[in-house]
T-cell receptor, first 113, second 112 residues
Framework: KAGVTQTPRYLIKTRGQQVTLSCSPI?????VSWYQQTPGQGLQFLFE???????NKGNFPGRFSGRQFSNSRSEMNVSTLELGDSALYLC????????????FGPGTRLTVT | GQNIDQPTEMTATEGAIVQINCTYQ??????LFWYQQHAGEAPTFLSY????GLEEKGRFSSFLSRSKGYSYLLLKELQMKDSASYLC?????????????FGTGTKLQVIP
């Protein structure tokens, strides 16, 4: 079956703009988690959505938000972009009942100039 | 909050065994994961431990001691393709939310 897909794969934005990233989970998976990966900080958990509700969240500012649709697809939005938001954004899906077995998508590489 | 420590880099020989350690400090512990990440690729799930002891899956094994805040990933019969970063991640509960915190990863280089 198809894996986790993320669009776009690469994105260049300027400071102050906003951006929306999309994630389509594996068919049948109801949980989608978002992570930010940078060379200095490693992988950091943003939030998790399950059945259209934010179930868990990390310690990111309110500029980072997300949502999940009824088909389990999820979007992540970052408003008022800062240079430090340049990173690889990964989403991971799981069935949701056993949260731990997550499957990652290829990521979206965001560059803020 | 959490603190997760793992070595930055390790080198091992093809065919050998390597152990990658991970120590953590957390409250509300609810599981520890190991992921493999090849350069330029997304992480791949390897193992999950929530109870003390050893979990074996082929050439890979993972051990957990909750009382010591310690885990290790054991890779046997190393192959060149095992050269990758290995990420330790801990799930815990904080302020009503569960979250997963990743270590910065151990870059393993397998040499002939």
């Amino acid at each position: 079956k198809a894996g986790v897909t993320q669009t776009p794969r690469y994105l260049i934005k300027t400071r102050g703009q906003q951006v929306t990233l999309s994630c389509s989970p594996i068919s049948g998976h109801r949980s989608v988690s978002w992570y930010q990966q940078t060379p200095g900080q490693g992988l950091q958990f943003l939030f998790e959505y399950f059945s259209e509700t934010q179930r868990n969240k990390g310690n990111f500012p309110g500029r980072f938000s997300g949502r999940q649709f009824s088909n389990s697809r999820s979007e992540m939005n970052v408003s008022t972009l800062e240079l430090g938001d340049s990173a690889l954004y990964l989403c991971a899906s799981s069935l949701g009942d056993r949260y731990y077995e997550q499957y990652f998508g290829p990521g979206t590489r965001l560059t803020v100039t | 909050g959490q603190n997760i420590d793992q070595p930055t880099e390790m080198t091992a020989t093809e065919g050998a065994i390597v152990q990658i350690n991970c120590t953590y400090q957390t409250s509300g512990f609810n599981g520890l994961f190991w992921y493999q990440q090849h350069a330029g690729e997304a992480p791949t799930f390897l193992s999950y431990n929530v109870l003390d002891g050893l979990e074996e899956k082929g050439r890979f094994s993972s051990f957990l001691s909750r009382s010591k805040g310690y885990s290790y990933l054991l890779l046997k019969e190393l192959q060149m393709k095992d050269s990758a970063s290995y990420l330790c991640a801990v799930r815990d509960q904080e302020g009503g939310y569960q979250k997963v915190t990743f270590g910065t990863g151990t870059k393993l280089q397998v040499i002939p």
